[in-house]
């Protein structure tokens, strides 16, 4: 099992920037890959951005791509996501979703990011 746990979200205006916090609850070594999602009301929860736990190996939706970095600190089990230029279209609940080795899924609560216009 792993716990996630999202933080980080918030109300910020057009052109404005937030990181999130993805705080594992063991090594990160543990796990494959944790990844970005998000959904915004009455749309399909999208991937924004993934990132191995070992190597450099990262992915971004080309929505996001050049404006949104995913990066992470393994001493402190935790992944982040810089969100720089906001738009409101990035308005949404963005989640944390962890897979292991064996395939299965972990999900934390999610956090609300609003963009204002």
Request: with cysteine; charged share 15%.
């Amino acid at each position: 099992q792993v716990q996630l746990v999202e933080s980080g979200g918030g109300l910020v205006p057009a052109g404005g920037s937030l990181r999130l916090s993805c705080a594992a609850s063991r090594s990160i070594f543990s796990i494959n890959t944790v990844g970005w999602y998000r959904q915004a009301p009455g749309k399909q929860r999208e991937l924004v951005a993934t990132i191995a736990t070992s190597g450099s190996s990262t992915n971004y939706a080309d929505s996001v791509k050049g404006r949104f970095t995913i990066s992470r600190d393994n001493a402190k089990n935790t992944v982040y996501l810089q969100m720089n230029s906001l738009k409101p279209e990035d308005t949404a609940v963005y989640s944390c979703n962890a897979k292991d080795f064996y395939g299965r899924a972990y999900w934390g609560q999610g956090t609300q990011v609003t963009v204002s216009s």
